[in-house]
């Protein structure tokens, strides 16, 4: 028996473009299956970028409860809670099964864009000759926009939804930081049940960089035009990159403290070891160097007590622009030598906010495995890119520990290290 203050891991709930659920999860993970597909949730068929890490089979009445409540759900709301209820079976829970007051929720989030049906109508009513009237816009509105429509694009509407459902009265936060969101919300649970203040904590994430707002709103500056092929257009760390795939996907942890979870005889996945979080405050004006990351792998790899060779793998951000997979991989290099690293983004995209939980369940699933995922589309390396990838295969052998990292342009950076039990 450990510490009882350690935190342990002891539910995993997925949903991806290359599977719902844990095991589809892992299963195409391990056989280098990838979700990435010409994408149908709408017409878009006036985008230069057509494809992404879409989910073909996602049926939102499988998993939400009260089903009213989709009326005020947007698909990542819907996906987050989908996770969430994923978890807590894969723990063994039910609502009601944990004391309420002694339970919480934090999830990671984007902001989340209006859906173009919602705001059509209201539009077509707003143009005179030709012309956008915003006093017709202001009456419109009125009549045509359901009254609680704003709750579907609150960023902190996956946690709420969750604690009601689940009726978790223990805190409550939701993260809206970019690319880091959901790894910092696991970061962020772990900390508030060593505080004290909760046994158990479901931390997750969600994003959908598919929505046609949102691609139009971010353009296709960093995307990979890669359409002759489009399974082959996430290849972080290859020479022959050429930009990210979007996606949308959510994941979810069950964190407990060790105590807890022993006491209800849970199942342990992993353990949560250490977590930092470092940021460039210059980033956004000068560019990215990468010193946050480095800073934030080193001080979760000293805060576990592991030398730089104790560490199995490394979980990379990867998200297969030029810039940022070089400037990720410098780092990683730097602070931890030949470290095998692999790359889930190259399975099924950049998943926004909920890319970080979705990736940390990749290795939480191969530590209890013996293994590590390999990396899709990694055939030429790149000498910028000075990191040893995992490819091709699932790598054995490897200490059951890992470091997850992800990284943001403006300069944020995380790092989480975990091992199996």
Same mark, same amino acid.
């Given at each position: 028996?450990?510490?009882?203050?350690?935190?342990?891991?002891?539910?995993?709930?997925?949903?991806?473009?290359?599977?719902?659920?844990?095991?589809?999860?892992?299963?195409?993970?391990?056989?280098?299956?990838?979700?990435?597909?010409?994408?149908?949730?709408?017409?878009?068929?006036?985008?230069?970028?057509?494809?992404?890490g879409?989910?073909?089979?996602?049926?939102?009445?499988?998993?939400?409860?009260?089903?009213?409540s989709?009326?005020?759900?947007?698909?990542?709301?819907?996906?987050?809670?989908?996770?969430?209820?994923?978890?807590?079976?894969?723990?063994?829970?039910?609502?009601?099964?944990?004391?309420?007051?002694?339970?919480?929720?934090?999830?990671?989030?984007?902001?989340?864009?209006?859906d173009?049906?919602?705001?059509?109508?209201?539009?077509?009513?707003?143009?005179?000759?030709?012309?956008?009237?915003?006093?017709?816009?202001?009456?419109?509105?009125?009549e045509?926009?359901h009254p609680?429509?704003?709750?579907?694009?609150?960023?902190?509407m996956?946690?709420s939804?969750?604690?009601?459902?689940?009726?978790?009265?223990?805190?409550?936060?939701?993260?809206?930081?970019?690319?880091?969101?959901?790894?910092?919300?696991?970061?962020?649970?772990a900390?508030?049940?060593?505080?004290?203040?909760?046994?158990?904590?479901?931390?997750?994430?969600?994003?959908?960089?598919?929505?046609? $707002? %949102?691609?139009?709103?971010?353009?296709?500056? +960093?995307?990979?035009?890669?359409?002759?092929? *489009?399974? &082959? @257009? =996430?290849?972080?760390?290859?020479?022959?990159?050429?930009?990210?795939?979007?996606?949308?996907?959510?994941?979810?942890?069950?964190?407990?403290?060790?105590?807890?979870?022993?006491?209800?005889?849970?199942?342990?996945?992993?353990?949560?070891?250490?977590?930092?979080?470092?940021?460039?405050?210059?980033?956004?004006?000068?560019?990215?160097?990468?010193?946050?990351?480095?800073?934030?792998?080193?001080?979760?790899?000293?805060?576990?007590?592991?030398?730089?060779?104790?560490?199995?793998?490394?979980?990379?951000?990867?998200?297969?622009?030029?810039?940022?997979?070089?400037?990720?991989?410098?780092?990683?290099?730097?602070?931890?030598?030949?470290?095998?690293? $692999? %790359?889930?983004?190259?399975?099924?995209?950049? +998943?926004?906010?909920?890319?970080?939980?979705? *990736?940390? &369940? @990749? =290795?939480?699933?191969?530590?209890?495995?013996?293994?590590?995922?390999?990396?899709?589309?990694?055939?030429?390396?790149?000498?910028?890119?000075?990191?040893?990838?995992?490819?091709?295969?699932?790598?054995?052998?490897?200490?059951?520990?890992?470091?997850?990292?992800?990284?943001?342009?403006?300069?944020?950076?995380?790092?989480?290290?975990?091992?199996s039990?």
């Open positions: 028996m450990g510490n009882p203050r350690d935190i342990v891991m002891t539910g995993v709930g997925v949903v991806s473009p290359i599977g719902i659920g844990s095991e589809p999860f892992w299963e195409s993970l391990a056989a280098g299956r990838s979700g990435i597909r010409l994408v149908d949730l709408f017409d878009s068929s006036s985008l230069r970028v057509r494809f992404g879409q989910i073909p089979d996602f049926d939102a009445k499988q998993y939400v409860r009260p089903r009213k989709l009326k005020v759900m947007s698909r990542e709301t819907q996906l987050g809670f989908a996770a969430a209820d994923l978890a807590m079976t894969d723990a063994g829970l039910t609502a009601g099964s944990l004391d309420p007051e002694r339970f919480g929720v934090v999830y990671g989030s984007d902001m989340i864009y209006a173009l049906e919602d705001l059509a109508e209201t539009y077509r009513r707003s143009v005179l000759d030709g012309q956008f009237d915003f006093q017709l816009w202001s009456e419109a509105i009125q045509e926009l609680l429509w704003l709750l579907k694009h609150l960023p902190n996956a946690a939804h969750i604690a009601i459902a689940y009726d978790a009265r223990g805190p409550n936060n939701s993260i809206v930081l970019g690319d880091v969101s959901s790894l910092l919300a696991v970061a962020e649970a900390d508030v049940i060593r505080r004290g203040w909760a046994d158990a904590m479901l931390a997750g994430g969600t994003g959908c960089r598919l929505h046609p $707002t %949102a691609l139009v709103a971010r353009g296709d500056a +960093l995307l990979s035009h890669r359409a002759d092929d *489009e399974r &082959a @257009a =996430s290849r972080p760390f290859d020479r022959d990159r050429d930009g990210l795939v979007n996606g949308e996907g959510a994941g979810a942890i069950l964190l407990e403290s060790r105590e807890h979870a022993e006491r209800r005889g849970a199942t342990i996945r992993a353990e949560f070891v250490a977590a930092a979080a470092r940021c460039e405050s210059r980033a956004r004006r000068d560019g990215l160097t990468g010193s946050s990351l480095r800073q934030a792998i080193r001080s979760v790899v000293t805060a576990a007590g592991w030398r730089p060779e104790e560490v199995g793998h490394v979980n990379a951000h990867g998200v297969s622009t030029v810039e940022m997979d070089r400037v990720e991989a410098q780092a990683i290099a730097v602070e931890l030598g030949a470290v095998p690293v $692999t %790359a889930a983004k190259s399975s099924f995209g950049h +998943l926004g906010a909920g890319g970080g939980v979705v *990736e940390l &369940a @990749a =290795s939480i699933l191969g530590l209890e495995r013996g293994l590590v995922p390999p990396t899709l589309n990694y055939e030429t390396p790149d000498p910028e890119c000075p990191v040893n990838v995992v490819c091709r295969s699932p790598l054995a052998g490897r200490p059951a520990t890992a470091v997850k990292v992800n990284l943001c342009s403006t300069g944020q950076a995380v790092a989480v290290a975990i091992r039990d």
